[in-house]
């Protein structure tokens, strides 16, 4: 996770980090934009890591299941759009299954529907908050940007048209902070709410609430030899 442009824009970028095997190399994995899922071996050092609170075999599992959807999904690519995590790739094939609650996904979304695939739910969907105006401000946007970029079609900006102020908001620290804690999973909007916030702090070398770090993914990379 990083942040994007100035702290007063109140942006951040979410992806996943992943090898399939020890000896591999480390892998990014995340959605930048419409029809933009990128697989990365290399890593701004602008990013902090959060360590997911995964048994080491369901994360095996979840490192080869970001192996799939990555592959699985480079021609067609993933929309950019509010739509639902649940069930957003086809349990065979990994593709993202198009359909009238899979729009697209955003990047924090993504994440969430890639944990989804392997049977990790991170968020508690039910209840979680309507968009409030500041979320409604930021889709809104994504959907002036999305008008502007070059190949989107007319039926796609029709459907994130009708998406705006009527679907949730996931924000990439909230889920971040969510793989982050072992208990309490799948999170409910508050407590991710306040893991957010937390994750925010951390970011901008603030002092968190809660028990749990982000480690600069360049000085991972140095412990881990990596570097």
């Known amino acids: 996770i ?4 100035d702290p007063s824009d109140d942006q951040r970028h979410l992806g996943i980090t992943y090898r399939v095997n020890e000896s591999g190399p480390i892998q990014f994995l995340h959605l930048g934009w419409h029809c933009q899922l990128a697989q990365q071996d290399h890593l701004s050092s602008k990013y ?5 609170q995964v048994p080491e075999a369901r994360l095996r599992q979840l490192a080869a299941i970001c192996e799939d959807i990555a592959h699985a999904n480079i021609v067609e690519q993933i929309p950019y759009s509010f739509g639902s995590p649940v069930n957003a790739f086809d349990e065979r094939t990994k593709r993202f299954l198009l359909g009238p ?3 697209g996904l ?6 969430l529907a890639v944990f989804e695939r392997a049977q990790l739910r991170l968020a508690r969907y039910m209840g979680w908050a309507a968009p409030d105006s500041n979320d409604i401000r930021w889709q809104q946007s994504v959907l002036d940007a999305l008008r502007r970029t070059p190949g989107v079609s007319a039926e796609h900006i029709n459907a994130v048209e009708r998406e ?3 679907s949730v908001r996931y924000r990439p620290e909230q889920v971040a902070g969510a793989a982050a804690i072992r208990k309490r999973r799948p999170v409910k909007y508050q407590y991710a709410k306040s893991l957010g916030n937390d994750v925010v702090r951390l970011l901008r070398g603030e002092q968190p609430v809660a028990e749990f770090q982000l480690s600069r993914w360049d000085r991972l990379l140095d412990r881990l030899g990596l570097a």
Request: hydrophobic share 35%.
């Open 101 to 103: 609650t899979t729009t």
């Open 2 to 5: 990083r942040e994007v442009g």
């Open 164 to 166: 705006v102020g009527n």
């Open 106 to 111: 955003t990047c924090a979304s993504f994440v």
């Open 48 to 52: 902090s890591w959060v360590d997911p």
